[in-house]
């Protein structure tokens, strides 16, 4: 896949899939310190499990918030893995064949 299409593709689905991946991250980690470290109950923090796992969209609509959570997640690693590859595999050529490189940033 071509190097510019590959960011193009990952830089449009970035801004849809950050506000629910940050929401599923930050009250995952805060639910795990808050019952480990400062020692709270499961009731008291029930709340962080209700906006982790999608349970305010109701029986129907958590499973899709789960399962496009999980879809968006996974496109993410990929494309920004196949990049790093990419950016990877042309420094490690231009290395082998004794050419100094200059990072481009787009």
Do not use: C
């Not at 796992?53 to 997640?73: D, F, I, Q, R, W």
């Amino acid at each position: 896949m071509k190097k510019q299409l590959l960011r193009k593709l990952h830089l449009t689905i970035a801004p849809i899939v950050i506000l629910p991946l940050l929401i599923t991250v930050s009250t995952g980690v805060i639910y795990r310190i808050s019952k480990d470290w400062f020692g709270l109950s499961r009731n008291q923090v029930h709340f962080l499990m209700v906006l982790h796992e999608g349970e305010y969209l109701g029986k129907t609509l958590e499973p899709v918030y789960v399962l496009l959570n999980g879809l968006g997640l996974l496109w993410m690693l990929i494309t920004g893995g196949a990049m790093l590859f990419q950016n990877f595999k042309k420094a490690w050529k231009s290395n082998k064949s004794g050419e100094v490189e200059i990072s481009d940033s787009n």
